[in-house]
């Protein structure tokens, strides 16, 4: 019944920027601790980043701190991740993921708990 619809990715090269979104339905995200993933095939879904329901905390993977930064418009439900000097590393299947919280404060940094997912979108980090 909840659906995300993850855009934003591609082919880029080391030291450029995207930025990446994701459309939340039918919920609102007032309500909901949202968070962006990545995966490369062969490994472990890793968590990168999270934004608190009443969007005043905001958490980030040590490898993308500093370059990477999650928001959410609550009236469009959606929620973005800015990605700037993109790395070979960062390439992966970057998916939205949420978990209802209230209007709480809790970012959480593990894919425990997280119920609902979108189907990701592709980054590619290549010269």
């Known amino acids: 019944q909840f659906q995300f619809e993850e855009s934003g990715g591609g082919l880029v090269q080391p030291g450029e920027s995207r930025t990446l979104s994701c459309a939340a339905s039918?919920?609102?995200?007032?309500?909901?601790?949202m968070a962006w993933f990545r995966q490369v095939p062969g490994k472990e879904r890793e968590w990168v980043s999270c934004?608190?329901?009443?969007?005043?905390?905001?958490k980030y993977v040590d490898s993308v701190k500093g370059r990477f930064t999650i928001s959410k418009n609550t009236a469009d439900k959606t929620i973005h991740l800015q990605m700037n000097n993109l790395q070979p590393e960062d390439t992966g299947v970057y998916y939205c993921?949420?978990?209802?919280?209230?209007?709480?404060?809790?970012?959480?940094?593990?894919?425990?708990?997280?119920?609902?997912w979108g189907q990701g979108t592709q980054v590619t980090v290549s010269s």
């Open positions: 993921a949420a978990i209802g919280t209230g209007n709480q404060d809790m970012c959480l940094m593990t894919q425990k708990g997280y119920a609902y």
């Open positions: 934004i608190s329901a009443n969007g005043r905390t905001t």
């Open positions: 039918p919920f609102s995200l007032e309500y909901y601790n």
